[in-house]
């Protein structure tokens, strides 16, 4: 049966208890349906409530939250169970329904907010011609140690291997950050100890919820995290305003670039850079 995600914004915000009474009004029709509410996600001051379900179609899906309590919501999308899980993780649920945050204080709820982070090795495809497949592929191992070491130390989940970089997801913004520095201060230790050829690498991360304009899981997150990896130059970490709002007060240092235009955005994105330090 798909599986199928949905936001709800509730204007001034929303207290968890009001969720928690939906949620269970969900639970008591949705075997009428067809349904299976599994969990939700709330952020409270926002107002913004996900909830994932299994479903026989968007409408049924729909048709619960109608009937329960009236509160349909903005916008529903299928998701692949598993991508859903490698993005948000395998959250525990309290009795009421509702995932909580991967590593808070007991009962804090997760508001579903990720931060996406891309790595790209600079000038794959020239390396693999000038250097041949063997050396190449060696370079590939080293970034994949260097990275998966970093996301272990950080708490990130790797998502997905592009070819020549790792996608990963983050519960926390100054942990995705920490692990994009944590992986190119290794990388200029070992430039600075080995004396083969050198690997460059380009950064770039972004904050989001899972229901966006897009209609993939993450998407638009996914989309510009992408376009700011590209347009970082070797060595650089770039973020979204997102993510470095988000890491006010936890000791990182980011440098404003201004608006820059990227492709699939309709308006220049503010971007910043982030400061490595030695």
């Known amino acids: 049966m ?20 939906a949620h269970a009004s969900d639970v008591a029709v949705e075997g009428k349906y ?23 179609t968007a409408e049924a899906a ?8 009236g509160q349909v919501a903005e916008k529903i999308i299928q998701v692949e169970p598993e991508v859903a899980d490698l993005f948000l ?14 590593g808070g204080a007991a009962e804090a709820r997760d508001p579903g907010i990720r931060t996406v982070l891309f790595t790209d090795i600079v000038d794959s495809t020239s390396l693999t011609q000038k250097l041949g497949d063997e050396i190449a592929m060696e370079f590939l191992r080293v970034h994949d ?13 790797e998502v997905k291997h592009t070819g020549d970089g790792i996608m990963a997801s983050f519960v926390s913004a100054a942990g995705a950050v920490r692990c994009a520095v944590q992986i190119q201060r290794e990388l200029a230790r070992r430039e600075r100890e080995e004396r083969d050829h050198h690997i460059k690498v380009r950064i770039g991360g972004a904050a989001g919820e899972p229901v966006e304009k897009n209609n993939d899981i993450f998407g638009t997150t996914v989309q510009l995290a992408a376009r700011l990896c590209s347009h970082a130059e070797p060595d650089q970490i770039l973020v979204s305003t997102a993510v470095a709002e988000l890491c006010i007060g936890k000791g990182l240092s980011f440098r404003p670039l201004g608006e820059v235009a990227l492709k699939g955005f309709d308006r220049p994105v503010q971007v910043h850079a982030v400061e490595c330090g030695q």
């Open 145 to 157: 140690r260097i990275v998966r070491d970093a996301l272990a130390a950080t708490k990130g989940r």
């Open 62 to 69: 729909m048709q619960v939250h109608r009937e329960a309590h």
């Open 34 to 56: 067809g349904v299976h509410y599994h969990k939700y996600w709330v952020n409270e001051s926002a107002g913004k409530i996900f909830c994932l379900c299994e479903a026989p």
């Open 89 to 102: 993780g395998g959250s525990e649920v309290n009795g009421e329904g509702a995932a909580l945050l991967p």
């Open 2 to 21: 798909p599986t199928y995600m949905d936001i709800h914004e509730i204007k001034g915000g929303i207290a968890a208890e009001e969720v928690a009474k």
